[in-house]
């Protein structure tokens, strides 16, 4: 295929970060080939099958509701939470992390704000950290949802370089998988590659990787926004840090689609890019098996409130401050040193009503399709919403039981490795359940519990503490909980320009990148902790700088 436009920018990969950087060029009227190995139906990448959230601070939505943030407060936990440590590799992390936490609690929400995008009232905490006021975690809510979710934040990106592609200014090339980036004179002059055969399936399904053709496009610049490792498995286990988490999971199900795969990386490097931080990972430990699955291995993480009790595969309750939604690092590591690479909760009816939730677009259909009455219905009305509800009676993972007995035996049957004794989970639970007598406690989660619902946002979402084995709140629920994968956390190096750094420590001439495969910017601004709604912020930000910059090339 010859591209009908002579482009001054070529684009690897139609997520949200390619998305951004095409509607920044285009902007700036610039011609734009966008290429990606997937059909037109997956425009958007990644991003449209997320919960849409984004981190502001000092937000007109945390000042409704009573939370008192700061630039100086959220740099303190994004320090915190990072804990850069490596000279070279962190040095331009360092640099994009203090930008993109200026971009947070300044300009990032009316830049949205002005392309159309809102987010509901309501400010949830995620993320809370290791309970030091220096370290890991979000000090205040700072996760603000967006009305519409995952789509809508791709929407508002895609329709206006949908508008630049009938202007001609932008073509896509679907099914164009990049194999090698042309470097000549030390220059990055375009892209080869093979063209994949077409196919009609809908977004986020497995695809044919047979090529039926080649092609070779030229432009002044390339930018790479093809995303991270989620879904490659191999990859995955090859930079897995063992030294920190423990042994890699036996089983891993899969946050992302297929087609996250890491390719261009490799690739890039091998061009001679930099890759820095390969071992700063993100999944989560809350991953359940979807029982309606659209990709391979395809899982969802429940995104819990904070008073489920959670138990590692022998039985034990974790300890401060693995509590659900507070340390996702450090709750990893306790989980596999136990040897088992699994978990459990143990809840009852009232909590899983009101705290649980799923991550992705489609499994809050309420929330997605912006109707204020359904959402009304599914979220104030008794019952758990309907999602959630049909992970309680459809999902692998889940036990539902009148009895604690009962409830143990059915956990029993799901385990992948030891069994529970009915004696010692009884204990611990009745244990926690004596604590709620009192509005104070010496349970460090009942104390979080009650520090948390002092926010109006958490407060509404937060059940009032009570006995978990209280036949008022039945019936009783395990769920089995298994690692999920999601993001890859370093990734190619880039100066605040996006220009992705060669191994001496150089511009690459002509090569930028953004999103995931770069870390988010930088090659690591998380550096080994997400404060989560940071992850599509993220593929905004760096896009945006890689967008502006490219658009600066000569033609």
């Known amino acids: 295929m010859a591209p009908s436009l002579q482009p001054d920018v070529v684009v690897v990969g139609a997520g949200l970060a390619g998305l951004v950087a095409t509607y920044e060029l285009s902007r700036a009227g610039r011609k734009v080939l966008v290429l990606d190995q997937e059909n037109r139906n997956n425009l958007g990448g990644q991003a449209f099958w997320s919960l849409g959230g984004l981190f502001f601070v000092d937000s007109p939505e945390q000042r409704r509701v009573g939370v008192k943030d700061s630039f100086e407060l959220a740099w303190q936990d994004w320090q915190g939470s990072a804990g850069f440590d490596r000279d070279e590799e962190d040095h331009w992390a360092?640099?994009?992390?203090?930008?993109?936490?200026?971009?947070?609690?300044?300009?990032?929400?009316?830049?949205?704000?002005?392309?159309?995008?809102?987010?509901?009232?309501?400010?949830?905490?995620?993320e809370r950290g290791g309970g030091a006021a220096d370290g890991h975690?979000?000090?205040?809510?700072?996760?603000?949802?967006?009305?519409?979710?995952?789509?809508?934040?791709?929407?508002?990106?895609?329709?206006?370089?949908?508008?630049?592609?009938?202007?001609?200014?932008?073509?896509?090339?679907?099914?164009?998988?990049?194999?090698?980036?042309?470097?000549?004179?030390?220059?990055?002059?375009?892209?080869r590659g093979g063209v994949l055969e077409p196919t009609d399936l809908a977004r986020g399904q497995a695809s044919s990787r047979m090529v039926v053709g080649e092609f070779e496009f030229r432009a002044p610049a390339t930018i790479v926004t093809s995303g991270g490792i989620g879904h490659n498995h191999d990859l995955i286990r090859r930079n897995w840090p063992t030294d920190r988490l423990g042994p890699c999971p036996q089983t891993l199900i899969s946050g992302v689609p297929a087609h996250v795969d890491g390719r261009m990386l490799g690739i890039t490097e091998a061009a001679g890019g930099r890759i820095v931080n390969r071992d700063r990972m993100w999944h989560y430990t809350e991953g359940i098996h979807n029982w309606?699955?659209?990709?391979?291995?395809?899982?969802?993480?429940?995104?819990?409130?904070?008073?489920?009790?959670?138990?590692?595969?022998?039985g034990k309750r974790l300890a401060a401050p693995c509590f659900p939604g507070f340390d996702t690092n450090r709750t990893m590591r306790e989980i596999l040193a136990t040897g088992h690479d699994y978990s459990w909760f143990i809840l009852n009816q009232s909590i899983i009503e009101k705290e649980f939730a799923l991550s992705g677009s489609e499994q809050n259909p309420d929330i997605t399709g912006k109707d204020l009455k359904f959402t009304l219905r599914s979220r104030v009305a008794k019952g758990a919403p309907g999602p959630v509800e049909a992970f309680k009676q459809h999902g692998v993972d889940f036990v539902v039981a009148d009895s604690l007995p009962e409830l143990i035996a059915g956990m029993n049957k799901i385990s992948r490795g030891p069994q529970l004794e009915l004696a010692d989970i009884e204990r611990q639970i009745v244990a926690r359940d004596r604590e709620v007598t009192n509005k104070f406690s010496k349970d460090a989660q009942l104390m979080a519990i009650t520090n948390a619902r002092r926010s109006l946002g958490e407060k509404?979402?937060?059940?009032?503490?009570?006995?978990?084995?209280?036949?008022?709140?039945?019936?009783?629920?395990?769920?089995?909980?298994?690692?999920?994968?999601?993001?890859?956390?370093?990734?190619?190096?880039?100066?605040?320009?996006?220009?992705?750094?060669?191994?001496?420590?150089?511009p690459f001439p002509g090569l930028y990148a953004a999103g995931e495969v770069a870390g988010f910017g930088g090659g690591g601004v998380h550096g080994y902790n997400a404060l989560e709604g940071t992850f599509l912020g993220g593929c905004i930000f760096s896009g945006r700088a890689a967008g502006r910059a490219a658009a600066r090339t000569p033609r």
């Open 94 to 126: 360092r640099q994009w992390a203090r930008a993109y936490v200026e971009f947070a609690a300044t300009e990032k929400r009316q830049y949205l704000h002005d392309l159309g995008l809102r987010v509901t009232p309501l400010v949830g905490w995620a």
């Open 137 to 191: 975690g979000n000090s205040v809510p700072r996760f603000h949802l967006t009305w519409g979710t995952g789509p809508e934040v791709v929407r508002v990106f895609l329709e206006p370089v949908l508008e630049a592609e009938r202007r001609g200014l932008v073509e896509f090339a679907f099914r164009h998988r990049v194999d090698e980036l042309i470097v000549e004179d030390g220059v990055v002059a375009g892209v």
């Open 292 to 314: 309606d699955p659209i990709w391979p291995d395809h899982a969802i993480r429940i995104i819990p409130g904070p008073s489920s009790l959670w138990f590692d595969a022998n």
């Open 460 to 506: 509404l979402r937060v059940v009032a503490p009570h006995r978990i084995l209280d036949p008022e709140h039945g019936p009783l629920i395990g769920v089995r909980l298994n690692i999920l994968t999601r993001k890859t956390l370093g990734g190619l190096q880039t100066d605040l320009d996006s220009r992705v750094i060669r191994a001496d420590g150089e």
